[in-house]
């Protein structure tokens, strides 16, 4: 959706694998999470963000702040990480950040977002498609973290 609206990608990923598709997809570049120097790296080679949208927080989200751009916004909308630890409020009141937490939007977003959609004729990126008998097959796919898009659980007697 960010491509489609003009924006410059990055995406990181704990998989250089990942990290390749979203630039075959047309991200302008990504890091590795995983590597120690991460957020390092990625401030050398992208010299400051506006947005920033997180899924994860824990411990790596304390090192956002230091890649905005003044002014920045940062939204999350996940915890998979956990708890955000050792974030410097001065970081973010001196670049005046505005962190935003959410997880959906209203009936009437949800309409545009779906006209959006259609409108750039984007293509949601399916990993898999499993009967829903298989859904502990898919959560030990995603628990390893190796899927790439959406895995799909279809109910018996529904077409692909």
């Not at 390749?20 to 790296?41: C, F, I, M, P, R």
């Not at 090192?63 to 939204?75: D, F, M, Q, T, V």
């Not at 829903?132 to 390893?144: G, H, I, T």
């Amino acid at each position: 959706m960010a491509l489609a609206k003009g924006a410059h990608v990055w995406v990181s990923s704990g998989s250089d694998e990942k990290i390749q598709s979203a630039l075959d997809l047309g991200a302008q570049g990504g890091v590795n999470y995983k590597e120690e120097t991460w957020h390092k790296t990625l401030k050398e080679r992208a010299e400051g963000f506006d947005v920033i949208i997180d899924s994860a927080g824990g411990d790596g989200f304390a090192k956002l702040p230091a890649l905005c751009n003044p002014g920045a916004r940062i939204a999350i909308y996940g915890g998979t990480q956990g708890k955000i630890s050792g974030l410097s409020p001065q970081i973010v009141f001196w670049k005046q950040i505005s962190i935003h937490g959410t997880s959906m939007g209203t009936l009437e977003e949800f309409g545009k977002m779906l006209a959006f959609v259609d409108e750039h004729k984007i293509q949601p990126i399916v990993d898999h498609v499993m009967e829903l008998e298989k859904v502990n097959e898919a959560m030990d796919r995603m628990d390893k973290g190796d899927q790439f898009g959406k895995i799909v659980l279809r109910l018996a007697g529904t077409p692909d």
